[in-house]
């Protein structure tokens, strides 16, 4: 069985190539998308993805970084986006948690990269924490530009909030919190995503399905028998669809 990590950041992470990519190719996971949040990640995560079979990568500034979102740094994002190799970008968005930079400034930041993938023709990987109302105004207003689809990373806006994103062309990842305890309001996401716009991820670094270990995309095969219990499904079966939900909306992916 072949399985995908549609989101993971490897640069600066302290990962051990080239052992860490060959436990990846030996858990059956052929392919991973890692994520940019900073540019400097997003060209180190290029150089990475040119080199590795079955490494693609996106191009973005994380919400957390926006402060120092500039011309220049959009000028580089859009040379980035013409990458073969760039299949979104991301990771971009909202993050309400703490409170700098300010709403404004990364709503700014946001708007321009929304823009910026619909020039280069490529979808969104969003990230939406403890923001679900603005985010969802702010996509809705923004809908004509979306025609591309965009990711819900890591969903947590709820069961309740879903059909609203999937209305504007939303997919939506799940990862390691899927496999957590007391996670039933993910479960309840989990089961409510329509079939043709669930995606698998492990976020790594980060929220392994084993507290208190460092993620890797070695443990997609976990998280997705986690997901098909959840909904009732073959694991293969799902792990299929997840493949073609990955192609149609990553176009770049081969």
């Known amino acids: 069985m072949s399985y995908l990590d549609i989101h993971a950041h490897f640069a600066e992470e ?11 190719r030996a858990a059956g996971v052929e392919t991973v998308v890692l994520a940019g949040d900073t540019l400097a990640h997003s060209l180190w995560h290029r150089e990475f993805a040119a080199a590795h079979a079955g490494a693609y990568f996106t191009a973005g500034v994380h919400p957390s970084e926006a402060a120092d ?3 220049d740094t959009l000028a580089a994002l859009s040379a980035l986006a013409e990458d073969e190799k760039c299949v979104a970008v991301g990771e971009i968005g909202l993050d309400y948690h703490w409170e700098e930079p300010p709403k404004e400034v990364q709503r700014e930041a ?7 993938a619909e020039w280069a023709g490529l979808p969104l990987v969003i990230h939406s924490r403890d923001c679900a109302a603005d985010m969802l105004a702010l996509l809705t207003e923004l809908r004509e530009h979306l025609k591309n689809g965009f990711l819900m990373h890591c969903y947590s ?5 879903l059909p609203a ?8 990842s799940f990862g390691g919190v899927a496999c ?10 989990v089961r409510a995503c329509p079939a043709e716009r669930i995606l698998s991820e492990t976020d790594s670094p980060y929220l392994s399905p084993f507290r208190g270990e460092k993620n890797s995309p070695a443990n997609i095969p976990v998280i997705v028998r986690r997901l098909a219990e959840l909904r009732g499904e073959r694991e293969e079966e799902l792990m299929n669809l997840i493949g073609k939900n990955a192609q149609t909306l990553f176009p770049r992916m081969k």
């Open 110 to 116: 946001f708007v321009k990269q929304i823009l910026l």
């Open 157 to 161: 806006h709820g069961a309740e909030m």
């Open 165 to 172: 994103f999937a209305e504007l062309g939303a997919y939506f």
């Open 14 to 24: 302290g990962y051990e190539f080239p052992r860490t990519w060959e436990e990846i």
């Open 180 to 189: 957590f305890r007391n996670a039933k309001k993910v479960w309840e996401s």
């Open 69 to 71: 979102f500039s011309d």
